[in-house]
């Protein structure tokens, strides 16, 4: 290296003697004066600058030039560091999702899978249904078609589970549980029909278990305060449900608006006492025998009422003419004769064991269907009559009503969604808590389907209300030890899943009301004492009204058609998702497939109609009628749902569509300008980076490959359709699913802003822009070489559109190949998460599949890089996108005796380039040749004969040539052969002088202090990414802000300077500057 006079004071490394000084401006110091040679090869000295006067030393200030990120300092200054942004809070990680911040201090998430998720979806899942229902559904359908309806409602809710954990897993949950998740999914209108749907099912489920419990109390538990006689009779039964439903409605309303945490209190004892209770089923069915059975008495094939073979209390099962079946049957006529019925006289009185056990044969007995038009004998045809003591149905069964009936037993399974805010970690737990719960609660329906039809008398099982017991539940008679166990518990837990749903829908509504998607319940966004009260009124209305019906099997329909809805939202959101293909559907959860999906869309559809088409239209019109009110009203939100990116991909009711708002950061996918340079013969130069980009389009976006001619274009009209038939021939044999673009311009800046600023139709205008490097922008004197590839990344960062730059582009992979590797991340500052959504979309497609991402981030002074890399961590966890995490450390700032030497050179480049303009204006312009020649350059100034006024570029450009001429002096130039002469003898020479005589202006040339931070960074980091990823298959790097229009030419050279540094060396490389819009998200 030459000398450096008067600026220079050589430091050992090891004194570290300037390590943070400072002067009082805050800047780092210059170096002093002294002189010293410093030799090329000494690696243990330092250059540090200072201009410090008097020798203090103030308070360390951290700055993006002092932390050695001078390069990317405007980027930092506004966007903040990679450890800042690490550093926040899950909630505040994402780049736009607009949610409620929570307090990662105060929040206790504790709960785990089993009593996170699976203990209280189990409770939700086991309702009245099962200790009322069950028995009589079983009976009416026979064995086989009894398991037939269970079975297909447990499908539907397993397929659904898969579904709805594929879309619990895509990010995190914050609030609204499973509404939040359809909506976010679906978009607001669907969002808004399916969570009205929603909430009124929750509510009526509300009325569902308020009825089921005062049926168990008044008919089962206490008969005898029936406050409208024998509840026996229907029309009794029904008031008196009436009467005490509405009473225990408004005790829970109580509960309720006293506060969460009261209902919290009463779930684990609730789910206690039906967890129990079951297990008391299970062992009385098992212990079931002839001898220790429950008795029931026939009249042939007719099951009778215990009250009507009873007298005080006995049970008289005989047809001697002093018990009660023989006056029931039998009386006198007019002349005084007893006249019995025929059935009486053919038929025998038999007492039989109801609940014979497991060995009794009567699981053959039970396999036909036994369906019953109402008022008929159960199990039977013919007409009943109750005043004999008969028992007959008051209901007509059939296949589907019983699978309307029942299909509210198996709902519950939105649970764990519904508590993603209060787990550990919900993306783990819900998939598994809630398939486990589902799976659990599916074997006990369907064993109890097989058990109940083997151990319990065919007749006792369509006895719904327990008529031959003595108005008995039949399943409580199956309990060991007692009865009283399985009454006990069922009318508490029912009491309890009243609770949860009373509790629940009013929160549903909060949520639905403070989206504003329906102005119209805006109202019920507010809250008192911190509870929804005004939705807790309105849910206890409309489960009043459920209440007010009091026929529990005709509110069950009810609730399964909006389950039904809801469930196949479910399924149609995790479908559609996974059609589209979008870049943020990233699920953890893996075990799922967009066939199961629609085979859960198809069930539920199908369910909803045989179960009852007339409630299916119903619900179906509500849904229609509740999505064009939204859409008529204009749905203020853009969540990035599912229905938006379908939209995107259609035609022109798409595009319309689509137009309104600007893409959310879910459906962000690269939609691509290729700038294509092109040869003598008009045919794209680099076919590679046309497969780069069909690679990247793994996330489906747009493709326009584009290119620029300078002229007229009138003159080049001809021209310009010859590069369109070139570009087609490269679309068709790359594979691009796109289309081709011709510009023609005065200047390549001209044409490349044309296209910016007009490419692209409505939702499909291009975001981003890739283009290559110039490799030939050293050579020449002038500012033709780099300054359109300045202008033009000027240009696109001015319309806010991200920008690709590849180097390196002859290296990369065709589309037929496959490469394998890694693909190496080099995160500098926060882009919108650009840089890591483009190796995510890369290895999607077959060249890149079998490479491993690895992401590295520098840590700054003063940053924790040990915390820093967890953050990192969990940050790629949230993301869902598998990457290695490594942070390196960049703390030395102190500036290299290379980087000195480059920057200098740099700089004194740039001013002789000044001189020789202003200096030779009127004369014809030298062509530099420049060839690099083992370690040292080479530059001649040839001129040709200027006679003519002709001047030959003879240049020969080598693509990799990264060298330049810098001459460290300059005399007052006499001619322009002069000048070449002895240029060419100081790049040759090395010689201080090259005109014999020194110049005060260009011995007096310092680098400038931020230049030389700038080029500090950028040797620095090259350094590392050789280091570490010399052999990684393409390296990802984020582009330095070009410099303002108004800072000139000059900066623009730097520019390029900076960043060739930073590249070189490697292989591939793809520079990334984001456009500052986000990109990514942690979000469902």
């Given at each position: 290296?030459?000398?450096?006079?008067?600026?220079?004071?050589?430091?050992?490394?090891?004194?570290?003697?300037?390590?943070?000084?400072?002067?009082?401006?805050?800047?780092?110091?210059?170096?002093?004066?002294?002189?010293?040679?410093?030799?090329?090869?000494?690696?243990?000295?330092?250059?540090?600058?200072?201009?410090?006067?008097?020798?203090?030393?103030?308070?360390?200030?951290?700055?993006?030039?002092?932390?050695?990120?001078?390069?990317?300092?405007?980027?930092?200054?506004?966007?903040?560091?990679?450890?800042?942004?690490?550093?926040?809070?899950?909630?505040?990680?994402?780049?736009?999702?607009?949610?409620?911040?929570?307090?990662?201090?105060?929040?206790?998430?504790?709960?785990?899978?089993?009593?996170?998720?699976?203990?209280?979806?189990?409770?939700?899942?086991?309702?009245?249904?099962?200790?009322?229902?069950?028995?009589?559904?079983?009976?009416?359908?026979?064995?086989?078609?009894?398991?037939?309806?269970?079975?297909?409602?447990?499908?539907?809710?397993?397929?659904?589970?898969?579904?709805?954990?594929?879309?619990?897993?895509?990010?995190?949950?914050?609030?609204?549980?499973?509404?939040?998740?359809?909506?976010?999914?679906?978009?607001?209108?669907?969002?808004?029909?399916?969570?009205?749907?929603?909430?009124?099912?929750?509510?009526?489920?509300?009325?569902?278990?308020?009825?089921?419990?005062?049926?168990?109390?008044?008919?089962?538990?206490?008969?005898?305060?029936?406050?409208?006689?024998?509840?026996?009779?229907?029309?009794?039964?029904?008031?008196?449900?009436?009467?005490?439903?509405?009473?225990?409605?408004?005790?829970?309303?109580?509960?309720?608006?006293?506060?969460?945490?009261?209902?919290?209190?009463?779930?684990?004892?609730?789910?206690?006492?039906?967890?129990?209770?079951?297990?008391?089923?299970?062992?009385?069915?098992?212990?079931?025998?002839?001898?220790?059975?429950?008795?029931?008495?026939?009249?042939?094939?007719?099951?009778?009422?215990?009250?009507?073979?009873?007298?005080?209390?006995?049970?008289?099962?005989?047809?001697?003419?002093?018990?009660?079946?023989?006056?029931?049957?039998?009386?006198?006529?007019?002349?005084?004769?007893?006249?019995?019925?025929?059935?009486?006289?053919?038929?025998?009185?038999?007492?039989?064991?109801?609940?014979?056990?497991?060995?009794?044969?009567?699981?053959?007995?039970?396999?036909?269907?036994?369906?019953?038009?109402?008022?008929?004998?159960?199990?039977m045809s013919e007409p009943g009559n109750r005043e004999r003591g008969e028992i007959i149905a008051d209901l007509t069964s059939t296949f589907t009503v019983l699978l309307a009936i029942y299909f509210p037993s198996v709902t519950g399974i939105m649970t764990g969604s519904n508590m993603s805010g209060d787990l550990?970690?919900?993306?783990?737990?819900?998939?598994?808590?809630?398939?486990?719960?589902?799976?659990?609660?599916?074997?006990?329906?369907?064993?109890?389907?097989?058990?109940?039809?083997?151990?319990?008398?065919?007749?006792?099982?369509?006895?719904?209300?327990?008529?031959?017991?003595?108005?008995?539940?039949?399943?409580?008679?199956?309990?060991?030890?007692?009865?009283?166990?399985?009454?006990?518990?069922?009318?508490?837990?029912?009491?309890?899943?009243?609770?949860?749903?009373?509790?629940?829908?009013?929160?549903?509504?909060?949520?639905?009301?403070?989206?504003?998607?329906?102005?119209?319940?805006?109202?019920?966004?507010?809250?008192?004492?911190?509870?929804?009260?005004?939705?807790?009124?309105?849910?206890?209305?409309?489960?009043?009204?459920?209440?007010?019906?009091?026929?529990?099997?005709?509110?069950?329909?009810?609730?399964?058609?909006?389950?039904?809805?809801?469930?196949?939202?479910?399924?149609?959101?995790?479908?559609?998702?996974?059609?589209?293909?979008?870049?943020?559907?990233?699920?953890?959860?893996?075990?799922?497939?967009?066939?199961?999906?629609?085979?859960?869309?198809?069930?539920?559809?199908?369910?909803?109609?045989?179960?009852?088409?007339?409630?299916?239209?119903?619900?179906?019109?509500?849904?229609?009628?509740?999505?064009?009110?939204?859409?008529?009203?204009?749905?203020?939100?853009?969540?990035?749902?599912?229905?938006?990116?379908?939209?995107?991909?259609?035609?022109?009711?798409?595009?319309?569509?689509?137009?309104?708002?600007?893409?959310?950061?879910?459906?962000?996918?690269?939609?691509?300008?290729?700038?294509?340079?092109?040869?003598?013969?008009?045919?794209?130069?680099?076919?590679?980076?046309?497969?780069?980009?069909?690679?990247?389009?793994?996330?489906?976006?747009?493709?326009?490959?584009?290119?620029?001619?300078?002229?007229?274009?009138?003159?080049?009209?001809?021209?310009?359709?010859?590069?369109?038939?070139?570009?087609?021939?490269?679309?068709?044999?790359?594979?691009?699913?796109?289309?081709?673009?011709?510009?023609?311009?005065?200047?390549?800046?001209?044409?490349?802003?044309?296209?910016?600023?007009?490419?692209?139709?409505?939702?499909?205008?291009?975001?981003?822009?890739?283009?290559?490097?110039?490799?030939?922008?050293?050579?020449?004197?002038?500012?033709?070489?780099?300054?359109?590839?300045?202008?033009?990344?000027?240009?696109?960062?001015?319309?806010?559109?991200?920008?690709?730059?590849?180097?390196?582009?002859?290296?990369?992979?065709?589309?037929?190949?496959?490469?394998?590797?890694?693909?190496?991340?080099?995160?500098?500052?926060?882009?919108?998460?650009?840089?890591?959504?483009?190796?995510?979309?890369?290895?999607?497609?077959?060249?890149?599949?079998?490479?491993?991402?690895?992401?590295?981030?520098?840590?700054?002074?003063?940053?924790?890089?040990?915390?820093?890399?967890?953050?990192?961590?969990?940050?790629?966890?949230?993301?869902?996108?598998?990457?290695?995490?490594?942070?390196?450390?960049?703390?030395?700032?102190?500036?290299?005796?290379?980087?000195?030497?480059?920057?200098?050179?740099?700089?004194?480049?740039?001013?002789?380039?000044?001189?020789?303009?202003?200096?030779?204006?009127?004369?014809?312009?030298?062509?530099?040749?420049?060839?690099?020649?083992?370690?040292?350059?080479?530059?001649?100034?040839?001129?040709?004969?200027?006679?003519?006024?002709?001047?030959?570029?003879?240049?020969?450009?080598?693509?990799?040539?990264?060298?330049?001429?810098t001459p460290s002096s300059l005399g007052k130039p006499h001619t322009v052969e002069e000048i070449a002469e002895n240029v060419n003898k100081n790049i040759a020479g090395n010689i201080p002088d090259i005109y014999g005589k020194q110049n005060s202006s260009f011995s007096s040339i310092e680098p400038d202090e931020?230049?030389?931070?700038?080029?500090?960074?950028?040797?620095?980091?090259?350094?590392?990414?050789?280091?570490?990823?010399?052999?990684?298959?393409?390296?990802?790097?984020?582009?330095?802000?070009?410099?303002?229009?108004?800072?000139?030419?000059?900066?623009?050279?730097?520019?390029?300077?900076?960043?060739?540094?930073?590249?070189?060396?490697?292989?591939?490389?793809?520079?990334?500057?984001?456009?500052?819009?986000?990109?990514?998200?942690?979000?469902?």
């Amino acid at each position: 290296m030459a000398e450096v006079r008067d600026r220079f004071t050589v430091v050992k490394a090891e004194d570290n003697a300037f390590d943070d000084n400072t002067n009082a401006d805050g800047k780092k110091g210059i170096l002093q004066d002294k002189e010293q040679r410093v030799p090329r090869s000494q690696s243990t000295v330092t250059f540090q600058i200072d201009d410090s006067d008097d020798g203090e030393v103030p308070e360390k200030e951290s700055t993006p030039l002092t932390d050695g990120m001078a390069l990317y300092e405007e980027d930092i200054v506004t966007k903040g560091k990679m450890s800042t942004l690490l550093k926040r809070s899950p909630t505040k990680v994402s780049f736009c999702e607009q949610v409620e911040e929570v307090d990662d201090t105060t929040s206790k998430k504790k709960l785990g899978t089993l009593f996170g998720v699976y203990l209280p979806t189990i409770q939700n899942i086991f309702g009245v249904l099962i200790f009322i229902r069950v028995t009589w559904i079983v009976g009416m359908a026979g064995t086989i078609e009894g398991f037939l309806i269970i079975f297909l409602c447990c499908c539907t809710t397993t397929l659904t589970s898969i579904s709805m954990s594929a879309i619990a897993t895509n990010g995190i949950v914050p609030a609204g549980g499973s509404y939040f998740m359809i909506s976010r999914a679906l978009g607001p209108e669907f969002g808004g029909a399916v969570g009205i749907l929603f909430y009124l099912g929750f509510t009526v489920a509300g009325s569902m278990y308020v009825i089921g419990a005062i049926e168990i109390l008044v008919t089962f538990i206490a008969p005898q305060i029936s406050l409208f006689g024998d509840v026996t009779i229907l029309s009794n039964a029904l008031n008196n449900y009436r009467v005490f439903g509405t009473v225990l409605l408004f005790l829970l309303f109580i509960i309720c608006f006293l506060g969460v945490q009261f209902v919290a209190k009463f779930g684990p004892f609730s789910l206690f006492c039906v967890v129990f209770s079951i297990i008391c089923i299970y062992i009385g069915i098992f212990v079931a025998s002839p001898e220790n059975s429950v008795k029931i008495c026939y009249l042939g094939e007719r099951l009778l009422t215990l009250a009507s073979v009873s007298v005080d209390g006995v049970m008289m099962c005989t047809k001697n003419e002093t018990g009660p079946i023989f006056n029931n049957y039998c009386s006198l006529n007019e002349t005084n004769e007893t006249v019995c019925d025929p059935y009486f006289l053919e038929n025998n009185v038999t007492l039989r064991a109801g609940m014979p056990g497991l060995a009794s044969g009567n699981f053959f007995k039970n396999i036909p269907n036994r369906y019953t038009e109402k008022d008929n004998l159960i199990g039977m045809s013919e007409p009943g009559n109750r005043e004999r003591g008969e028992i007959i149905a008051d209901l007509t069964s059939t296949f589907t009503v019983l699978l309307a009936i029942y299909f509210p037993s198996v709902t519950g399974i939105m649970t764990g969604s519904n508590m993603s805010g209060d787990l550990r970690d919900a993306q783990k737990s819900i998939p598994s808590g809630t398939l486990a719960a589902v799976l659990s609660t599916s074997a006990v329906y369907l064993s109890c389907v097989l058990f109940f039809a083997a151990g319990i008398e065919g007749d006792l099982l369509r006895d719904k209300l327990g008529e031959s017991l003595g108005g008995g539940l039949v399943i409580a008679y199956t309990a060991w030890p007692t009865k009283w166990m399985v009454l006990v518990g069922s009318f508490l837990s029912t009491i309890g899943a009243g609770l949860q749903s009373i509790n629940g829908a009013p929160r549903l509504l909060y949520a639905i009301a403070n989206d504003n998607i329906i102005p119209s319940l805006r109202v019920f966004g507010r809250t008192r004492r911190g509870e929804p009260f005004l939705a807790l009124l309105l849910t206890v209305g409309i489960a009043e009204a459920g209440v007010l019906v009091g026929n529990l099997d005709y509110v069950t329909p009810v609730i399964t058609m909006f389950f039904l809805m809801c469930y196949l939202f479910v399924n149609l959101a995790c479908a559609l998702q996974t059609l589209l293909r979008s870049p943020s559907w990233r699920p953890r959860y893996r075990f799922y497939h967009w066939t199961l999906s629609l085979i859960g869309v198809g069930l539920c559809t199908t369910l909803m109609i045989i179960s009852s088409w007339y409630y299916a239209l119903v619900a179906f019109a509500m849904a229609g009628g509740i999505y064009k009110y939204i859409e008529y009203k204009g749905a203020e939100k853009e969540w990035g749902d599912g229905i938006r990116g379908m939209a995107m991909s259609l035609a022109r009711y798409s595009l319309l569509k689509v137009q309104q708002t600007p893409p959310h950061t879910k459906n962000w996918r690269p939609q691509i300008i290729l700038l294509c340079k092109l040869d003598e013969k008009l045919n794209p130069k680099y076919e590679r980076m046309a497969h780069f980009a069909n690679q990247l389009k793994a996330g489906k976006g747009l493709t326009l490959l584009s290119s620029v001619l300078e002229g007229i274009f009138e003159d080049r009209r001809d021209d310009a359709r010859k590069v369109k038939e070139n570009l087609q021939r490269l679309i068709d044999r790359s594979g691009v699913k796109g289309f081709k673009d011709v510009v023609v311009a005065k200047d390549r800046a001209s044409g490349c802003s044309h296209l910016v600023q007009t490419a692209g139709l409505g939702g499909l205008k291009p975001n981003t822009v890739m283009l290559g490097w110039p490799y030939s922008w050293k050579h020449g004197q002038n500012d033709k070489r780099f300054k359109p590839f300045v202008d033009t990344v000027q240009c696109i960062l001015a319309a806010d559109m991200a920008l690709l730059v590849a180097k390196g582009a002859k290296n990369f992979p065709l589309s037929s190949e496959k490469v394998k590797g890694t693909i190496d991340v080099w995160w500098i500052v926060q882009d919108g998460g650009l840089l890591v959504l483009l190796p995510y979309l890369l290895r999607q497609h077959k060249t890149w599949k079998n490479c491993k991402l690895r992401l590295f981030s520098v840590a700054q002074m003063h940053d924790n890089n040990i915390q820093m890399k967890k953050d990192l961590k969990s940050f790629m966890y949230k993301l869902r996108i598998e990457a290695d995490v490594e942070v390196v450390d960049m703390n030395d700032n102190d500036i290299s005796p290379d980087t000195y030497e480059r920057t200098l050179q740099m700089e004194q480049r740039i001013e002789m380039m000044e001189k020789m303009k202003s200096e030779t204006a009127d004369t014809p312009k030298p062509v530099v040749e420049s060839k690099r020649k083992d370690s040292k350059q080479e530059t001649k100034i040839d001129l040709e004969n200027q006679t003519n006024g002709d001047v030959k570029d003879t240049e020969e450009i080598s693509q990799f040539n990264q060298f330049t001429f810098t001459p460290s002096s300059l005399g007052k130039p006499h001619t322009v052969e002069e000048i070449a002469e002895n240029v060419n003898k100081n790049i040759a020479g090395n010689i201080p002088d090259i005109y014999g005589k020194q110049n005060s202006s260009f011995s007096s040339i310092e680098p400038d202090e931020n230049n030389l931070k700038r080029m500090h960074t950028a040797v620095k980091l090259n350094e590392l990414i050789q280091k570490n990823s010399k052999g990684a298959q393409l390296v990802i790097v984020n582009l330095p802000p070009p410099p303002k229009v108004s800072d000139g030419d000059n900066r623009g050279l730097q520019y390029m300077e900076f960043l060739e540094v930073l590249t070189e060396g490697i292989d591939r490389v793809l520079m990334v500057k984001g456009s500052g819009n986000e990109v990514i998200t942690i979000y469902s």
